[in-house]
């Protein structure tokens, strides 16, 4: 069965740190896909990146980065210097096919 | 020139009642999407078309039909609503070209109050 794990349920930080929200996923299958997405107060849900099972390349796009590691069957999401504006609630989710697995999700809140 | 659009935004009722919730998107998609999340933020999937055609179905109480008109726009119609209806139910869209397939875009949800 597939199923992802978002063990961090809230991070708070201060402006300009730092953080990295961790997502753990099982699966079964050799090709498969990775997402993370943005919940922020206004509750939209925001795409921010995807990686498919083939490509472990890390990537950085401004502050935000992610580290896709098949090994520990992770993907982890890293945000430099963060921003009031980051405060929201971040997914990590997984699929096979057509449908999304989200893990339980990560509040995040970056203070002044 | 909203992507993926849902009416209404906010939907409160009473028990009981039958209503519906309407999604339209204007990206050419072919897949479209039900999700639910409920008060603990949980997302998770309910039904999938493709073309206007049925293809997941998670096990949700037949309560809750989809309707797909034509590829850009899925309804979702709830009948005899419970007060464990009250979520925020989002609607999204993928396309089909292998490139961006997989990659979903969403409206900015439903909050339904069953009261």
């Known amino acids: 069965a597939q199923k992802v794990t978002q063990a961090q349920t809230e991070i708070s930080v201060v402006e300009k740190e730092d953080v990295t929200l961790d997502c753990v996923y099982e699966?079964?299958?050799?090709?498969?896909?990775l997402f993370w997405y943005k919940q922020p107060p206004s509750g939209e849900l925001v795409f921010l990146i995807r990686?498919?099972?083939?490509?472990?390349q890390n990537e950085i796009s401004g502050r935000y980065s992610w580290n896709f590691q098949k090994s520990t069957s992770s993907f982890n999401f890293t945000i430099t210097a963060s921003q009031v504006v980051d405060s929201a609630v971040y997914f990590c989710?997984?699929?096979?096919?057509?449908?999304?697995?989200f893990g339980t999700g990560t509040r995040l809140q970056v203070f002044p | 020139d909203t992507a993926v659009s849902q009416t209404p935004k906010y939907l409160v009722t009473q028990m009981g009642n039958d209503k519906s919730i309407k999604c339209e998107q204007n990206?050419?998609?072919?897949?479209m999407y039900w999700y639910k999340q409920d008060s603990k933020k949980f997302l998770k999937i309910m039904f999938s078309?493709?073309?206007?055609?049925?293809?997941i179905n998670e096990t949700v109480p037949n309560r809750f039909s989809p309707k797909s008109p034509d590829k850009a726009h899925l309804n979702l119609h709830i009948n005899s609503l419970e007060l464990g209806d009250s979520a925020v139910y989002f609607c999204?869209?993928?396309?089909?070209?292998?490139?961006?397939?997989?990659?979903?875009?969403f409206g900015a949800g439903t909050r339904l109050s069953v009261l």
């Open positions: 999204a869209s993928s396309p089909a070209d292998w490139r961006a397939k997989n990659i979903q875009y």
């Open positions: 699966t079964r299958d050799t090709t498969y896909y």
């Open positions: 990686r498919n099972s083939f490509d472990e």
């Open positions: 989710a997984l699929s096979d096919t057509d449908k999304l697995i």
């Open positions: 990206l050419g998609h072919d897949t």
């Open positions: 078309y493709n073309n206007k055609e049925l293809i």
